[in-house]
């Protein structure tokens, strides 16, 4: 029963970072229609961002910040205007494929621009070991669940209790009748690529300590993500941290129980169960868009 916890806490911090990636799913469809599998190396970059700051001689925390801005630039609005405005009016396929084609440019791009090799990348927590009941939990693992989840909750905070956030979920809803009553539509759904951006470098931070930036990392993370999205809910920012964190509990648990092997293959079962049985999701719900 010990060895299940520790697995379970361990699980949690997985998952929370799961759910950062997840969100940015789900608010992206949301505001502008928009599905982007370049979702994980949307988390990628910012881990080589910060490791080439780190390496010019800037702390991590300037490293980080840095990034942020560079990520809501390069992520947010070049990725906004060059390549989801122009095909926009031609459905959702073409961005679609233009976002593979975009997460294989990517990977691709760093891996002959800067390293094949995998980069280190100092701990964000203190590297510190607690007993709790007989259940060993690491600080860092405590440390990036309890901040993934605030960023979570305060994502979700912001878009439900602000007017910023409900003119974007206006937006979401329907865009002509936000527009007809005063909303910068352009604007909001800029915000909510702005967003996702921020929120890609926060999981870069977390999970780059322990997984090391490598070209390859968001391959994994973007696939897991997606179908975190859609195991929590598409249209439910909550359910993008359910989904994530089902999905990297029962990794873990897998691993240990069944076997490695099958680890990966964990977030596909449960996808498919849950299409089956819930297709909108577990906290999904059918709706009609309208203000």
Not at 243 to 251: F, K
Not at 285 to 291: A, G, I, N, P
Request: proline share 4%.
């Amino acid at each position: 029963m010990i060895d299940f916890f520790q697995l379970f806490f361990s699980g949690l911090a997985t998952g929370s970072i799961y759910a950062l990636a997840a969100l940015g799913f789900t608010l992206l469809w949301q505001a502008s229609g928009t599905i982007n599998f370049a979702q994980g190396e949307f988390v990628m970059l910012p881990a080589f961002m910060m490791v080439i700051l780190l390496h010019s001689g800037l702390p991590l925390s300037i490293s980080f910040a840095l990034s942020c801005v560079l990520s809501v630039l390069v992520l947010g609005w070049l990725f906004k205007r060059g390549l989801v405005d122009p095909l926009f009016k031609y459905g959702m396929m073409p961005i679609v494929v233009a976002t593979i084609g975009l997460s294989i440019a990517m990977r691709n791009g760093v891996r002959a621009g800067y390293s094949a090799e995998p980069q280190p990348f100092p701990q964000v927590f203190p590297d510190q070991v607690y007993n709790l009941a007989g259940v060993t939990v690491s600080a860092s693992d405590i440390g990036t669940f309890v901040f993934a989840l605030a960023l979570v909750l305060a994502t979700q905070a912001f878009l439900a209790r602000t007017v910023t956030g409900r003119a974007m979920q206006a937006v979401a809803q329907n865009t002509e009748s936000a527009t007809v009553l005063g909303i910068n539509v352009p604007r909001m759904i800029f915000y909510t690529f702005a967003i996702n951006a921020l929120l890609a470098v926060a999981a870069a931070l977390l999970v780059t300590p322990t997984y090391l930036a490598k070209f390859d990392m968001g391959e994994s993370l973007g696939t897991k993500a997606f179908f975190a999205a859609i195991i929590g809910g598409f249209n439910n920012s909550r359910g993008a941290l359910l989904g994530g964190v089902i999905v990297g509990v029962c990794e873990n648990l897998a691993a240990a129980y069944i076997s490695p092997a099958y680890k990966d293959a964990v977030a596909l079962i449960i996808f498919m169960v849950v299409i089956l049985f819930k297709p909108q999701g577990l906290l999904g719900f059918k709706v009609e868009r309208k203000v």
